[in-house]
């Protein structure tokens, strides 16, 4: 990947959703989605052309191909350092203040690295430090535009907005780079970099004139706590876990390609700067022609099956290009190598926008973000040293070898379904059985009272940052025990993925047939966001079954932490 874009809402209609029923451009009538894609469009163009003036600028001081491949690492790296509390921090603050804030800071140092190359003090070490600031900032950005985007469209508009800005983010692949390649030519690289800062201003002015953004409620978290709610989720989550592998093993070889083209570009086809342009142009074509066409391809195909094949094809196109010696051959596949490009990233985060719970979809996008970026880092990186010391032809040969092993792993190894996730709980009936109501914790503070109101004896309030116990225990029939261990097996993958440190289910044996699930949360403020937020349609029929299979109803203690007094000192009260 050349450069991680600027409007990250880029992305295909979520997988699974009913076909639209509006037109492909109804999203644009409102009007303030309208106006940041027209923006963000511009705002990509500038990225684009900041990546290939950096990679230029060291073609023309003749770096060698690790320190030219160092460009992608640098806008990737940021993410891989920065994104998950990026993540939480687009969960919970104002997202349009951030982006406003970051977009400043983003174009202050665009500005100085057109004007550093301009007085001809640029250096290949500064042009990279300066580079990691931008991505450094737009790591920072990524997670809270993805998440804005469903905020300011109806809903049944956001499959169309996501198809719209993965248009607007390819139609800027396709002309910034061209675009790039004719400004070096008459005008020279620093203004290459000045136009990088400029397209900044129109974003910027969008987000200052939006007065009507109010930000969404959210239970309020702890930051180091929010994190590692975020990652609980993600480590708990089958189905995310396997999309965010499959990037992965995707990605470290597939970016050989971003890493390397403008050494093949020089070295083995004998281009300029125009030339370079005009190959990422017909990478560009691709991928917009993927926009269009891969929507229809998954619903014939299914996503797991159009991995695959844009996947390969992807593999051959990259092999391809690397040993042509062919203008007139390389083009049109690279215009292939772009279709299945978008194919592929593009399948994968929709299919992860449309299944993450909105509670944690931010910071699950961040973790996306750190998976495809920290790849593209890493994959840049073993590009450059690979290239230097076997040659970028074999390299890049060889990496389309490995994707081609990453289809064929697929292909062996299927995505687990997402379809129906919050509607069954396939493949087994859950039970004829109606689902009983679990009961959930008091918010007033339940029997450990009220400090304020009650008498002189009440116990005090409890603290809502304790470590907090649940003990729900469950009366099961001999006939039911098998069915019911199966099914909990689920309910703690649920538990934990909406907070659970600990689970644990216990066999009662003083009381036979009793069974007790007992589970940690990190406190009584997450626990009581377990209840209001977090538990999906999947993870309610998940726990209804289970409860359904006992003969009475479910007993629930809850547990929360106090201080034991040390020393002789008394323990403090939640209230000080």
Known sequence: MGAPTRSPGAAT???????????????????????LWIAGLISNIGGWMQTVGAQWFLVEQHASPAVI??????????????GIPAG????????????????????????ALALLTAAGAMTPVLLLALTFALGTASAVQLPAYQAIVPEIVPTRLIANAASLSSIGVNVARAIGPALA??????????????????????????????????????????????????????????????????????????????????????VRLRLDSNGYGLLLAALGVGSIGGAFLIPKLRDAWGTSRLIVVTSALY???????????????TLPVLVVVGLAWIGVIATLNGTVQSFLPAWVRTRGLSVYQLVLFGGTALGATIAGALGTAIGV????????????????WLLMRPLLPTSGKSRALAPMPLTDVPPVELPGPDEAGGAAGDADTAGPDARPALDPDGSTLVIVRYEIADADRARFLDLMRRV???????????????????????????FTVGSWREHLS????????????????????SRSLPVVDHLVSIEVPRHGHPPRSAAG
């Open 13 to 35: 209609p979520p997988v699974g959703a009913p076909p639209a029923r509006v037109g492909a451009l109804a999203p644009l009538a409102v009007r303030i989605f309208r106006w």
């Open 69 to 82: 491949a160092l460009v992608s690492t640098a806008s990737a790296a940021p993410v891989l350092l920065f």
């Open 88 to 111: 939480v921090l687009g969960e919970f603050a104002n997202r349009r203040l951030l982006l406003i804030a970051v977009q400043s800071i983003q174009a202050l140092t665009a500005l």
């Open 181 to 266: 390649g004719l400004t070096i030519a008459s005008l020279g690289i620093p203004f290459v970099f000045a136009l990088n800062a400029a397209s900044f201003a129109g974003l910027l002015l969008v987000l200052l004139l939006w007065r009507g953004y109010s930000p969404p409620k959210a239970d309020r978290e702890p930051f180091v706590a929010a994190t590692r709610a975020g990652l609980r989720y993600v480590a708990h989550a089958g189905v995310v876990r396997r999309l965010y592998l499959q990037l992965l093993l995707f990605i470290v070889p597939a970016n050989a390609l971003w890493a390397l083209l403008p050494v093949l570009a020089d």
């Open 315 to 329: 593999g051959l196109g990259i092999a391809g290009v690397a040993l042509s010696d062919s203008l007139l051959i």
């Open 393 to 408: 032809v074999v390299t890049v040969a060889g990496a389309g070898g490995l994707v081609l092993l990453t289809a064929l």
């Open 492 to 518: 703690e993958q649920s538990r934990r993925r909406t907070g659970a440190r600990t689970w644990t289910l216990y066999d009662d044996r003083e009381h036979p047939g009793f069974l007790v699930e007992a």
């Open 530 to 549: 377990q209840h209001r937020s977090r538990t999906t349609g999947y993870d309610t029929e998940v726990s209804d079954a289970a409860r359904a299979l």
